[in-house]
Nanobody, 112 residues
Framework: QVQLVESGGGLVQPGGSLRLSCAAS????????MSWYRQGPGKEREFVAG???????RYADAVKGRFTISRVNAKNTLYLQMNSLKPEDTAVYYCSREGIVWGQGTQVTVSS
C-alpha cells in the first residue's frame, strides 16, 4: 500500500527550527520527484519545496535560504529542515509524491 506519513511538527518560537519527516511505504522515494506543500489558516495549499528523482531542488521564494529539502533513500524518508521560522510559516505541512499521493499532514505553529 502506497503511503506517506509526516511527523515532526509542533509549536516553536519565532526564529526557531524544526525538522519534518515524511516516511514513505509501498514505493521507493528514490524513483519519484517528492515535494513539501503547506496550507495556512484560511489559505490555499501552496508549494514549499521539491526535489527531483536526482538531487535538483527548488524552493518557494518565501522559504528560500531558510528551508532545506532532503531525502535519505536508505530510510525511504523525505525531510524538510526549517530554520529561522516566522509566524507566517504556521500551517499544516504535507509531503507529496508528484502531486498525486499525499500524506495526512503535520501541524507547524510558530508563535511566541
Amino acid at each position: 500500500q502506497v503511503q506517506l506519513v509526516e511527523s515532526g511538527g509542533g509549536l516553536v518560537q519565532p526564529g526557531g527550527s524544526l525538522r519534518l519527516s515524511c516516511a514513505a511505504s509501498g514505493f521507493s522515494i528514490s524513483t519519484y520527484a517528492m515535494s513539501w506543500y503547506r496550507q495556512g489558516p484560511g489559505k490555499e495549499r501552496e508549494f514549499v519545496a521539491g526535489v527531483t528523482r536526482g538531487t535538483i531542488t527548488r524552493y518557494a521564494d518565501a522559504v528560500k535560504g531558510r528551508f532545506t529539502i532532503s531525502r535519505v533513500n536508505a530510510k525511504n524518508t523525505l525531510y524538510l529542515q526549517m530554520n529561522s521560522l516566522k509566524p507566517e510559516d504556521t500551517a499544516v505541512y504535507y509531503c507529496s509524491r508528484e502531486g498525486i499521493v499525499w500524506g495526512q499532514g503535520t501541524q507547524v505553529t510558530v508563535s511566541s
